[in-house]
């Protein structure tokens, strides 16, 4: 099973690395762009089929070595 | 209009960060762990209502800044 987790920083930390990208598009011309964010997306293959199971074990694994709780947050999905 | 960006290494790149995290995972006694791959993940929010513009300004930015070709490939959603 193939879960997806995506780990965004929480709304209200500031994004430094996201706004160099702005930034940078803005002075490429881009003038539409109101905001932009980058996080961090990963793909997660597991020997489980349960998907109750492969979900905890990911959950897990983001809250032991992934995300950090007190700045970002995450989403999984199955993919 | 908001979208994501998922940008991903192509499926025969080496993914050294991937590897790591995986390796420091079984370290930790997570063993149902096939595979895991690390990617980026940008959201965009563009101050443009047509669905069809937005993703054309959103592809228009990866090939010109986000993505690296080469090695990535990337997909946007609307969210």
Redesign the interface.
């Known amino acids: 099973m193939k879960l997806a987790v ?3 920083l929480k709304k209200d930390v500031l994004d430094p690395q ?1 706004k160099v ?1 702005e930034q ?2 803005q002075n ?1 011309g ?1 003038n ?17 089929l349960d998907e109750k199971k ?1 979900h905890n ?1 990911v959950e ?2 983001c809250k ?3 995300v950090n709780l007190i700045i970002e947050e995450y989403k999984i999905t199955k993919i």
Chains 1, 2 share one sequence.
């Open positions: 995506i780990i965004t996201g990208i940078t598009l490429m881009i539409s762009l109101k905001n932009l964010r980058q996080g961090k997306y990963i793909e997660i293959e597991l020997d489980e492969a074990t897990n694994i032991k070595l992934l």
